[in-house]
């Protein structure tokens, strides 16, 4: 543990993605998370003390055909890696059949639930480092994700008419998630991107079209960037 504090005691954010249910993930997680979280404790300086690590874990729930006690080893983990990060988001490997036919292999549906993490993770650092109209500090994405508890995490992308609207459509209907719904949600972080084709309607419709989902009291922050891999399409996450 003291090899991997030396990795991340400088780090501002910190992401921990793992499967549970077996040793390495269940077992190593928490035990990460806890040490992310007590490191700032540690610190004398007031000022450093308050800029704490913040910890998202990114995991995913075994297969019903695993059996049982997996499934019992995975949800106690769950339960001690939520008492140390700061948001927490669950994908159900059994929730990879909603995307999944009967010529889907194995190899790739699992490359379909790795993309989604990757989008969405991406999603929240592009933000920060990708050049754009409206670009975020660690701070803005601080004030949603800080003690938050569990998340959802989703990620669309289209092209054609009304591509803006059929993305938020996407991101909003995640079908890998675990059956949690963004009704309620008292934050929510919404990153739109695209090519230099992307007009000022086509953000506000996807903006609007995944505020329709939250209370209206929820703190939104909205951040949108350019990436010229996209142009004649638009990716909202």
Same mark, same amino acid.
């Given at each position: 543990i003291e090899e991997i504090m030396e990795h991340i005691k400088?780090?501002?954010?910190? =992401?921990? *993605?793992?499967?549970?249910?077996?040793? *390495?993930?269940?077992g190593a997680a928490p035990v990460i998370a806890k040490a992310a979280r007590e490191a700032r404790a540690a610190v004398k300086d007031k000022m450093l003390k308050e800029k704490k690590i913040l910890t998202v874990?990114? &995991?995913? /729930?075994? =297969?019903?055909?695993?059996? &049982? +006690? +997996?499934? +019992?080893?995975? #949800?106690?983990?769950?339960?001690e890696l939520q008492k140390y990060v700061d948001t927490l988001i669950v994908i159900p490997n059994q929730n990879l059949f909603r995307i999944a036919n009967e010529k889907t292999t194995f190899a790739d549906a699992f490359r379909l639930a790795d993309n989604v993490l990757h989008i969405g993770i991406r999603g929240v650092t592009d933000l920060m480092v990708m050049p754009g109209l409206i670009n975020l500090d660690f701070a803005d994405i601080g004030t949603v994700m800080n003690e938050m508890g569990k998340a959802m995490i989703g990620t669309g992308e289209a092209e054609g008419e009304d591509r803006a609207v059929t993305a938020a459509e996407a991101a909003i209907s995640n079908p890998l998630l675990d059956n949690m719904s963004?009704? %309620?949600? $008292? %934050? !929510?972080?919404?990153? !739109? *991107? %695209? %090519?230099?084709?992307? *007009?000022?309607?086509?953000?506000?419709?996807?903006?609007?079209? &995944? +505020?329709? #989902?939250?209370?209206?009291?929820?703190?939104?922050?909205?951040?949108?960037?350019?990436? $010229?891999?996209?142009?004649? /399409?638009?990716?909202?996450?």
């Open positions: 400088d780090s501002h954010m910190l =992401f921990i *993605t793992a499967g549970m249910g077996g040793g *390495t993930g269940t874990g990114v &995991v995913t /729930k075994p =297969f019903d055909f695993e059996g &049982v +006690r +997996r499934m +019992r080893i995975a #949800e106690l983990g769950l339960e963004m009704k %309620g949600a $008292q %934050g !929510i972080l919404i990153n !739109i *991107t %695209g %090519g230099e084709d992307m *007009t000022l309607f086509e953000v506000d419709a996807a903006a609007n079209r &995944v +505020r329709e #989902e939250v209370d209206e009291d929820a703190n939104i922050i909205f951040g949108a960037t350019f990436d $010229q891999a996209m142009e004649g /399409k638009v990716r909202v996450s």
